[in-house]
T-cell receptor
């Protein structure tokens, strides 16, 4: 079957670093996406990993290990506006653009 | 430029009625997706259109759900004989083409079935 697992909720302090983990099991794998979704809003793209390793983009970085079926999103210098849900999504088959999403991790940043 | 738009933004209907949800993708985007998001849940894939290829309908939950895309642009998701479990936010997204591209999401249609 196909399954994406990520923690339901996390809490962190403003200015700190937080790592949101995601494990996946898919029939075929072509890449891993992270999206950010503020309450009541549409998801917005954060990152895409297809090769193993760390991709850094400002305060946000994303890591992928294909052999372990594992990814994480790293948020540095947390700001209050980072409070949101973070969605991990795997692209399985190359024959379709279908993404399999995890349930999302709700991150609360506290002062 | 204009992003993905969806209409209506909110729809309240009675159980058993049919509803149509509309999506206008970003101009020039060949790929279009429909997802469903229930309260507090992740996104559930429904259907994917890419150019003139046959759509991937593998996520449609039942034969009450159907979607079409006319002229490679606007898409309509139709739910027949709505049930209370159909209540959710229906999100549309588009991308320039290849599946590895970023998807741009619309604001969604919140469907409530009474």
């Amino acid at each position: 079957g196909q399954n994406i697992d990520q923690p339901t909720e996390m809490t962190a302090t403003e200015g700190a670093i937080v790592q949101i983990n995601c494990t996946y099991q898919t029939s075929g794998f072509n890449g891993l996406f992270w999206y950010q979704q503020h309450a009541g809003e549409a998801p917005t793209f954060l990152s895409y990993n297809v090769l193993d390793g760390l991709e850094e983009k400002g305060r946000f970085s994303s890591f992928l290990s294909r052999s372990k079926g594992y990814s994480y999103l790293l948020l540095k210098e947390l700001q209050m506006k980072d409070s949101a849900s973070y969605l991990c999504a795997a692209h399985g088959s190359s024959n379709t653009g279908k993404l399999i999403f995890g349930q999302g991790t709700t991150l609360q940043v506290k002062p | 430029g204009a992003g993905v738009s969806q209409s209506p933004s909110n729809k309240v209907t009675e159980k058993g009625k049919d509803v149509e949800l509309r999506c206008d993708p970003i101009s020039g985007h060949t790929a279009l997706y429909w997802y469903r998001q229930s309260l507090g849940q992740g996104l559930e894939f429904l259907i994917y259109f890419q150019g003139n290829s046959a759509p991937d309908k593998s996520g449609l939950p039942s034969d009450r759900f159907s979607a079409e895309r006319t002229g490679g642009s606007v898409s309509t998701l139709t739910i027949q004989r709505t049930q209370q479990e159909d209540s959710a936010v229906y999100l549309c997204a588009s991308s320039p083409g290849a599946a590895y591209n970023e998807q741009f999401f619309g604001p969604g249609t919140r469907l409530t079935v009474l």
